[in-house]
Structure formats: C-alpha cells, structure tokens
C-alpha cells in the first residue's frame, strides 16, 4: 500500500478499508510511516471525519498495537474514568481513592497534557519518586492488593495511541471526535476493565465549547464500549469554569489532597461523589446510587479515601512523605496576584484563556519535547456567581519566568464581570448510557 494515495483518499472524504487502516497504524507503530505523513492523514481526518465503521477499525488497530491485560483472575468487576480533558481536572487523584476504598478495583491507563488541558500522568509525575511505567505485572499486582492503579501508555500497551497523542498536541488534531473516541477507547479497552465510566467534557475549557458535540463523542464512545461488551457511561460535565481552584501539577496534587481530607471545592466534590456513584454501581458493589453517594462522602470525612490515596502512592514509588506534608512541594520563584479592575459579579471565564495562561507559565507543553514546570499554575480565587470588589484576588500565578505582564493582563481579561447577580453553573448535565 501507498501512504500518499491513503492520505489522498481520505482528503477527498472516501471511505478507508480494514485494510488500509491496519496498514496505516501498523506502520506508524512500527516507525516506518514518519510523524510528517501520520499528521498529514490526521489533518485529512479531522477535515474529512470518519464513519462509524473506519471509527471501529481504527479504535481495533490501536488496541491491536499492544497487549490487552487480562483482569479475569483479580475478584470483582474492574472499573474505569477516562476524562476528555479540562482546566483543573485533578477528578482521577480523588475519584480513585475514594472508589478503592470502598471496594472497587480501579484498572486505569491515562495519558499526558493535550493544548491547554492537564494529564493525570504530568500531576502524579510531580510526586517525587512516582512510577507511572509499571508493568503489567506490577500493574495487575497495584489493582490486586491497593485497588487502584493508574499507568501510563507503555510499549506493551496500546503504542499507537501513545505516539498518536503526542503527535495530536502539537499539530491542531485534539479536536476531532473520532480521534478523541479511538484514543479513550483503545486505552480504556486495553486495560481489560469490565466497566467504564467516561467524562465527556462541554464549555470554554473544553475540546468541544457546544454540549451537542459532547453528547456527539460520548454516544460514540459508549457505542464502541457496548459493542464490545463492556458496561460503558458517560456524563456531561461542565467545563465553562475550572474545576476546582488549582490549575498546575502539584498545586493540582495539593488540592487533591485537601480534597481527601475533606476541605475540597464544592464542585470537585459534587463531581467525584456523583461520578463515584455511578461506578460503584457498575461494578456491582451497590445497588442504590444514593447509597453509594453518601458512603463516598464519608469516605472523605473519615479519612479512608485518603488512607487509600497514600496507599496507592506508596505502591508506586512515590514518595508519601509529600502526601502527608504538601507543603514539602517546591514552590514557584514568583507569586504574582491579579487583581480585579471593578466591583460586579463573575458572569463567565474563558476558561481555555485560564488553561493557556497556565501552559504559558510553565505547567504544560507548548512542543512535545518540551519539559514542565509542575510549580508553575494558577489559583482561581473566583467563580461565576461569585461578588467582587474592585481590588480584589481574581488568581493568584505561580511561575519560574520573569516576563509575565502580559499573561496577567490575559488573565484579567479572562473574567467577564456585570454588575448584576449571576448564577453558579451546573457541574453534571447530563447521564448517557
């Protein structure tokens, strides 16, 4: 086969074959299709789109790539939360924990940064000392005695996506359904969990700014999950605001951990205690999802969640240390407030603004080779529905670079603030599944 006439038919909107997509992700794998024609073919395909049958094939490909754990042997149903990505998303370090503790066994393949959203691998990677590349041994042996392990894509596992997603961050390919189904799936197939639970994201901080594109991805998703027997969901989750306060890797962990003692943001609780639910659930260890909200509630209170967090990180290498004292994190050279201009309430934030800001001040990757800071973020003091008093802390900015006036008034810029009363948005709109 010839790469050129692939990419060629599918710039003309054709139809690939089985054939030609194993080909393509062979190859690719492989390192005999260089990056410069795997991004020409990604491009055509976010153009062009793709059919739910070239969706399938390419979704099978990738998983085909690598080696499909096998879970059988571990007792329980094994479940699974992918995120398509946000500002602030630190769901996986609370929702992990708080699972584990009551029984459910996490099986989960997470990937790194995409544009202006964070990677669960980048925030635990800030742990010092955290091992992100188990094998799958070690991986298998995490789910059996901890409850939850959390690992990144390996050469044993789904390689294509790997190299697929790197290559996305930095050519304008994030935002295409197809792509972004196949690479969730392929991860989340691969593990071997018998459940999974997607978090479709929607808004300003968001790969999709319209909610009916969400609901466009997660159905899709939920098709390839159904149709290959695995009890799969999805919720509609707000992203027109960053979750939570913390912006940045370890200011992220930090706000994890807080969040496990108890003292989290509302809407990082309302998230994970409804998206615990609804796993817990699925993997048949309740059968009420009021009941399993309020015991997933206690589990923060009772300090259980955060046993099982600590627990995890020891399992991995990290240094727990860091988790029992936060403040042994390594601070940020500037501490830079940004102050509101009027007095008004909080209408709205550009929250992909806020990510940017956040990606330029060091927390994530503007190439792929590029290295981060995970000192580097933002704080976001203020929420839409929230009063503000001319003067008053929008963010607070953490960052090792000098040159940051720019990226203060960007930020400044970010909050629209009326003078008449707001309303605090939703954090769940919607179940699919």
């Known amino acids: 086969m010839f790469v050129p006439s692939i990419i060629i038919k599918k710039k003309r909107g054709e139809e690939l074959s089985k054939e030609e997509i194993d080909f393509l992700i062979q190859g690719y794998t492989n390192n005999t299709i260089p990056d410069y024609q795997m991004s020409s073919l990604l491009m055509a395909i976010c153009l062009k789109g793709m059919s739910e049958k070239e969706t399938a094939y390419l979704c099978q490909a990738m998983i085909n790539s690598g080696e499909v754990v096998d879970l059988s042997n571990i007792e329980g149903l094994k479940v699974d939360k992918h995120?398509?990505?946000?500002?602030?998303?630190?769901?996986?370090?609370v929702l992990g924990p708080m699972v584990a503790s009551l029984g459910g066994k996490v099986a989960k393949l997470s990937g790194r940064g995409l544009g202006h959203t964070g990677g669960t691998l980048d925030k635990l990677e800030s742990i010092p000392g955290f091992n992100i590349n188990l094998s799958i041994a070690e991986f298998k042996e995490a789910v059996r005695k901890v409850g939850l392990a959390i690992i990144g894509q390996t050469s044993e596992l789904d390689p294509a996506d790997k190299k697929l997603y790197a290559l996305r961050d930095v050519t304008g390919t994030?935002?295409?359904?197809?792509?972004?189904?196949?690479?969730?799936?392929?991860?989340?197939?691969?593990?071997?969990?018998?459940?999974?639970?997607?978090?479709?994201?929607?808004?300003?901080?968001?790969?999709?700014?319209?909610?009916?594109?969400?609901?466009?991805?997660?159905?899709?998703?939920?098709?390839?999950?159904?149709?290959?027997?695995?009890?799969?969901?999805?919720?509609?989750?707000?992203?027109?605001?960053?979750?939570?306060?913390?912006?940045?890797?370890?200011?992220?962990?930090?706000?994890?951990?807080?969040?496990?003692h108890g003292n989290g943001p509302k809407d990082l609780v309302d998230l994970v205690v409804n998206a615990g639910s609804i796993m817990l659930v699925q993997a048949k260890i309740y059968d009420d999802i009021n009941k399993a909200k309020i015991d997933l509630e206690k589990s923060l209170k009772d300090g259980s969640a955060f046993n099982k967090f600590v627990e995890f990180v020891k399992q991995q290498g990290g240094d727990i240390s860091y988790i029992l004292d936060p403040s042994k994190f390594p601070k940020a050279k500037y501490t830079i407030e940004v102050l509101s201009k009027k007095?008004?309430?909080?209408?709205?934030?550009?929250t992909i603004g806020i990510g940017q800001a956040s990606l330029y001040l060091g927390a994530g990757r503007a190439k792929k080779e590029d290295s981060i800071d995970y000192s580097a973020g933002i704080i976001v003091n203020k929420k839409p529905g929230d009063h503000v008093n001319e003067g008053e802390l929008l963010a607070t900015l953490y960052t090792n670079k000098e040159d940051t006036n720019y990226i203060i008034d960007e930020v400044i810029n970010d909050f629209v603030i009326v003078n008449n009363k707001t309303n605090k948005l939703n954090v769940i709109d919607e179940v699919i599944g």
């Open 343 to 350: 007095e008004g309430y909080v209408e709205k934030i550009n």
């Open 83 to 93: 995120s398509t990505g946000g500002v602030g998303d630190k769901t996986s370090l």
């Open 174 to 260: 994030v935002d295409c359904i197809p792509l972004i189904a196949t690479s969730i799936m392929s991860k989340k197939l691969s593990t071997g969990t018998d459940c999974i639970l997607l978090d479709v994201k929607y808004g300003s901080g968001a790969f999709f700014e319209d909610i009916n594109d969400s609901i466009e991805l997660a159905k899709c998703m939920v098709k390839i999950g159904k149709n290959m027997n695995k009890d799969t969901k999805a919720i509609i989750s707000n992203m027109n605001q960053p979750l939570g306060n913390a912006i940045g890797n370890s200011l992220e962990v930090i706000e994890a951990i807080n969040t496990l």
